[in-house]
């Protein structure tokens, strides 16, 4: 699986960004989705995953309520709607896909990844 992250950009405090993470290869329909970031100076960390039927999400705590993980199966695209940004919201975003019927937190479990986009939100 080839995965292409893209969307990332520069926006201010409050605004909203769309990611998108278009897949190709395999059967996209047979993967998890997952999408993670990186600050500077700070370790990997988990954002949100998706199922392979696109039916369960999860999120980690401090972006819950503000980013939405969706997927487009027929497109072979997943998707990271990001509300209400904030300047701790900054990273270089990646998405991942994980072969299987469960969508972990752990980036470890994943098996494909994309080459990340820059998310800046200035305050």
């Known amino acids: 699986v080839q995965l292409q992250a893209s969307g990332g950009g520069l926006v201010q405090a409050g605004d909203s960004l769309r990611l998108t993470c278009a897949a190709s290869?395999?059967?996209?329909?047979?993967?998890?989705m997952g999408w993670f970031r990186q600050a500077p100076g700070k370790e990997r960390e988990f954002v949100a995953a998706i199922s392979w039927s696109g039916g369960s999400a999860s999120y980690a705590d401090s972006v819950k309520g503000r980013f939405t993980i969706s997927r487009d199966g027929p497109k072979n695209t997943v998707y990271l709607q990001m509300n209400s940004l904030k300047p701790e919201d900054t990273a270089i975003y990646y998405c991942?896909?994980?072969?299987?019927?469960?969508?972990?937190?752990?980036?470890?479990?994943?098996?494909?990844w994309g080459q990340g986009t820059l998310v800046t939100v200035s305050s």
């Open positions: 991942a896909a994980r072969y299987g019927s469960t969508w972990p937190r752990g980036g470890d479990e994943y098996d494909y």
């Open positions: 290869g395999r059967t996209f329909s047979s993967y998890a």
